[in-house]
């Protein structure tokens, strides 16, 4: 026995010497690096630039380059935030109460004021339906994240706003592409809307108002879109960022159903006119208790992975959401007069057919490729655009939506007036009467 023992002892030993000296061989370490981004860098794709980056840019040097492609209504300097909401947060950071971590889904009290901010008879919020978010980017990547596993499918508008399908794939969801009709002001084709719903449908989005099209839903319309999720038990993310920011009355979604659950993402970027803020939220709405609590804990788990909402700028968001009804009015009017400035001037463009918006901050216009045969398509176009004309229009591939371009319409009004006279010129020189225009087929058919 003790025999034994010893010769075991000995091979323990000699085991043990031989790990600690070649520690790779006796656990099959690897041998040389080899570091690669991961499955989920990889399939992070944006196509906006994705398309942008490949394009040829290269402004003409005798004109001033002109960018109707940024929604950020920031850029030109025109449209500022109000004194109120400056003052906000100059005393949020003065206060020194806001400079350390906040809960992961908000303070309570910020969390109160969003939900007092959008409540509503028809849909009552309390601070608990309220998370606050880093942006509305993050309240979208929240939304898609509880509600979807990797194998199932989102509805997402299209032409939409891309990082629905950058998130989602990047998570293994497929995105199913929804028709937005331009001959029916971009009404959602809802026959094709409900074909695509199968049984690993886990989640509609619905952008109103949209981007890209400016677009803006009648009641009736969202009526009919609620209809749709009820009847396959879908539910709803509407992207509400542009909430308010429209010429007409827009309800929200929430407020039509109470028995479809909605997670509505909203945010400071576009109606304060402070993207950088990076501050947003989602708006839980529930009252069939759908979600119930799994979903509710789900927003909290995934809120912790990385907190979210900048903490200055919660303390200050009460005091930013009571901004004067006359600064919200402003930015309206002037995006409704810049719009129609816009429309105007691009509806007698030959080969140009312009869509008017009534919401958000952008146009669509769309191009009768058979009529510029210089150019393959909208990459094409916008990219000689540039060449010829320093305006930078986003070719409306970049959401899928061929043969049209998307405008922003923040710019000051002497430059959309520029831009537009640029754009004419531009086409009438390219623009060519097609030998049978009688025959055509309509190139703006989708
Ligand atoms: C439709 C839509 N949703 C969400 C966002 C993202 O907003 P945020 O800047 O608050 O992340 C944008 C930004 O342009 C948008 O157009």
Same mark, same amino acid.
């Given at each position: ?34 570091? @690669? ?18 394009? %040829? ?5 005798? @004109? ?44 309570? %009290? ?159 970027? %576009? ?64 995006? %409704? ?38 150019? @393959? ?70």
């Amino acid at each position: 026995m003790d025999h034994y023992f010893i010769i075991y002892s000995i091979y323990l030993e000699l085991f043990i010497v031989y790990s600690v000296l070649y520690p790779a061989k006796a656990k099959s370490r690897r041998q040389r690096w080899e570091v @690669k981004p991961s499955d989920m860098a990889n399939n992070t794709l944006n196509p906006i630039r994705a398309i942008v980056d490949g394009m %040829k840019l290269t402004p003409n040097p005798d @004109k001033p380059m002109i960018a109707l492609s940024i929604g950020d209504p920031t850029v030109f300097g025109n449209l500022p935030t109000d004194e109120t909401v400056r003052q906000a947060l100059k005393d949020a950071i003065d206060s020194e109460k806001y400079n350390g971590y906040a809960p992961s889904v908000g303070y309570l %009290k910020s969390r109160q004021a969003v939900a007092n901010f959008y409540s509503c008879p028809e849909a009552p919020l309390e601070a608990e339906d309220v998370i606050l978010t880093s942006g509305c980017s993050q309240a979208i990547d929240l939304a898609i994240s509880v509600l979807c596993n990797p194998g199932d499918n989102i509805l997402v508008p299209c032409p939409g706003f891309s990082l629905y399908k950058t998130l989602a794939v990047s998570l293994g969801i497929e995105v199913k592409l929804y028709n937005l009709l331009p001959e029916k002001s971009w009404e959602a084709d809802l026959q094709h809307m409900e074909s695509l719903i199968d049984e690993r449908t886990s989640c509609l989005i619905v952008t109103n108002p949209s981007n890209p099209c400016g677009s803006v839903f009648s009641k009736e319309h969202l009526q009919k879109i609620l209809n749709v999720a009820s009847r396959h038990c879908v539910p709803i993310l509407a992207d509400e960022i542009y909430t308010d920011l429209v010429r007409c009355t827009s309800p929200s979604m929430a407020s039509l159903s109470s028995s479809v659950p909605i997670l509505s993402c909203g945010g400071l970027a %576009k109606r304060w006119l402070v993207p950088g803020w990076r501050m947003g939220w989602i708006l839980i709405h529930d009252r069939n208790n759908i979600f119930g609590s799994e979903i509710r804990q789900g927003l909290v788990k995934l809120s912790q992975r990385i907190l979210g909402a900048c903490s200055v700028v919660q303390g200050a968001l009460e005091g930013i959401l009571n901004a004067p009804q006359s600064f919200y009015n402003n930015t309206i009017s002037f995006l %409704k007069s810049n719009s129609q400035i816009c429309f105007n001037e691009l509806s007698t463009v030959p080969g140009l057919t312009p869509i008017m918006p009534s919401g958000a901050m952008y146009l669509m216009v769309g191009i009768d490729m058979g009529h510029f045969p210089d150019f @393959k398509n909208d990459v094409d176009f916008t990219e000689a655009l540039v060449t010829e004309q320093s305006v930078f229009c986003l070719p409306a591939s970049a959401f899928e939506f061929p043969n049209y371009f998307r405008i922003v319409v923040t710019v000051p009004e002497h430059l959309m007036v520029e831009a537009c006279g640029r754009i004419r010129e531009f086409c009438q020189r390219h623009y060519r009467p097609r030998s049978s225009d009688s025959s055509d087929s309509n190139d703006l058919d989708q």
